[in-house]
Nanobody, 126 residues
Framework: QLQASGGGLVQPGGSLRLSCALS????????TAWFRQNPGKEREFLAA????????YYGDSVKGRFTISRDNAKNTVYLQMSSLKPEDTAVYYC?????????????????????WGQGTQVTVSS
């Protein structure tokens, strides 16, 4: 089970940290990713991290502004977001799966993860 949290209303240029709590499975051995989606649009890949944090990948729209990290002792993956823009407004989802690293990075960019959190709303507005 994945539980995303930390969303809210933030002003442009501000920061926010999302958390994805992983429970009920050996998610500490799985890659985890963050996506976002707006109504009527496809789910967009933002960032992914492998099981031990040694490999990270970012989508072009967030590279340099967002940072993904994980704390396996707390079974949590984080998405630190900075320099937020109004176009970052969306519902943010975390996802996880036990992909073999031989499939990186293409499989990480896909929405075919088996396990998803429920989503947390992020609104960037003044």
């Amino acid at each position: 089970q994945l539980q995303a949290s930390g969303g809210g209303l933030v002003q442009p240029g501000g920061s926010l940290r999302l958390s994805c709590a992983l429970s009920g499975r050996t998610f500490s051995n799985y890659a985890t990713a963050w996506f976002r989606q707006n109504p009527g649009k496809e789910r967009e890949f933002l960032a992914a991290i492998n099981w031990n944090g040694g490999m990270t990948y970012y989508g072009d729209s967030v590279k340099g502004r967002f940072t993904i990290s994980r704390d396996n002792a707390k079974n949590t993956v984080y998405l630190q977001m900075s320099s937020l823009k109004p176009e970052d407004t969306a519902v943010y989802y975390c996802a996880s799966d036990g992909y073999s690293e031989s499939y990186y990075p293409d499989r990480l960019f896909s929405t075919k993860y088996r396990y998803w959190g429920q989503g947390t709303q992020v609104t960037v507005s003044s």
